[in-house]
């Protein structure tokens, strides 16, 4: 078993007062007793502000080996739904900015296989807000072609009334990266290489930090290794840079629901992205403006859902913990990992994990994450 106090790596800026060392002493000994408990074998963090990094750590080696490698900053995680939030929302709204489509676009006029009278209306914002009556998953293994998918998806039977409940769903965010390949002509990978490159110019670290769909080399060998579901075909191997999840596996590690790797460096640079626009930064360009971050991270109009679009809002029952504002937003990945933006305090939160190698339950890795979270309420 991996020694949980192992010697970390880390840096801290602007972390003076007694209150926030404190806070991030608790917070560090909150992942050493997961990685203890083996709820994950390796977790980096990188918690700042809209000004820059706050602090960022590595902990414990890739895998609970005696001899596995040890973590590094740099290390690449599968980011899993984190996708959802990082691409696909992001180059749906960067579509939108370009007038290529609407929020409103009724998805029957976007893929002409989704036909019926209880899914007409359902429109792009019901997919990114999880209310399209969509399940959360296929009832069978899944097909071999983002063709097939489209087939199996827009033909299965809806779950409930559009708009009358949300429901988390992978299937809807699949169709979503398909929409967005569709519209544009160019693969989703291809469509948020090009939008990372024009948000670095005022985020320069985006370009520098690991971000992207498809690790090669070097980048890939030194990824947190993971292990495939049981459902999954792949059972039984190591998957260490690529991609956990079954489905962006038969899409070619490509989909809208899955398939990004990324540091917590890369996904930091991201979250400032958001946090400076969301607090009225009007120098960062499409489609991070000011006013089209306000209205992606509004709250939805269902009822009982706290989803925005793509992103999830603040529950104190959430993983993101009970002392972030209102105002805060984030999201999961089944893999271990998360992201939470608190607008209103000027804080970011970035913790990558690989509990899905050998680690935790998912109720373990929620319970650390609330609990890493309320650690840091007086950073």
Request: aromatic share 6%; proline share 6%; charged share 20%.
């Amino acid at each position: 078993m991996q020694n949980a106090n192992a010697e970390c790596h880390c840096t801290m800026h602007d972390v003076g007062s007694g209150v926030q060392v404190r806070a991030v002493d608790d917070a560090r000994r909150g992942l050493q007793e997961g990685m203890a408990a083996r709820v994950f074998p390796a977790a980096v963090v990188d918690v700042g502000a809209s000004a820059g990094s706050l602090w960022h750590e590595a902990f414990g080696s890739l895998t609970f080996g005696p001899d596995a490698p040890p973590t590094e900053e740099t290390t690449p995680f599968d980011l899993a739904s984190l996708t959802k939030v990082i691409v696909t929302t992001t180059v749906i709204m960067d579509l939108v900015a370009a007038g290529a489509i609407r929020l409103d676009s009724p998805i029957a006029d976007l893929l002409s296989e989704w036909r019926g009278g209880d899914r007409e209306s359902v429109t792009v914002r019901d997919l990114l807000e999880h209310a399209s009556g969509l399940p959360a998953r296929l009832l069978e293994p899944p097909p071999s072609s983002p063709r097939e998918f489209v087939h199996d998806i827009c033909g299965m039977p809806l779950e409930y009334a559009p708009r009358t409940r949300s429901i988390y769903s992978d299937l809807g965010f699949i169709l979503l990266g398909i929409v967005a390949s569709e519209r544009n002509g160019r693969p989703l990978a291809s469509q948020f290489a090009a939008i990372r490159d024009r948000l670095a110019r005022e985020e320069p670290s985006l370009a520098r930090e690991t971000l992207r769909f498809g690790l090669r080399g070097s980048e890939k060998m030194r990824a947190a290794p993971t292990m495939p579901m049981d459902e999954d075909a792949r059972r039984g191997r190591t998957l260490t840079g690529d991609v956990h999840d079954n489905y962006a596996a038969a899409l070619g590690a490509l989909a809208g629901h899955a398939g990004l790797f990324g540091s917590a460096a890369g996904v930091a640079a991201f979250a400032r992205l958001v946090l400076r626009a969301a607090r009225g930064d009007d120098r960062i360009p499409e489609p991070m403006s000011p006013l089209r971050v306000a209205n992606v991270l509004a709250k939805t109009t269902v009822a009982g859902s706290s989803r925005a679009l793509g992103w999830d809002t603040m529950l104190p029952t959430s993983s993101c913990g009970t002392h972030m504002s209102p105002a805060a937003v984030g999201h999961v990945g089944f893999t271990g990992t998360s992201i939470w933006i608190d607008p209103t305090r000027d804080r970011y939160f970035v913790l990558l994990t690989n509990r899905s190698y050998r680690g935790g339950t998912l109720e373990q890795m929620r319970m650390a994450r609330r609990a890493f979270h309320d650690a840091l309420a007086e950073l």
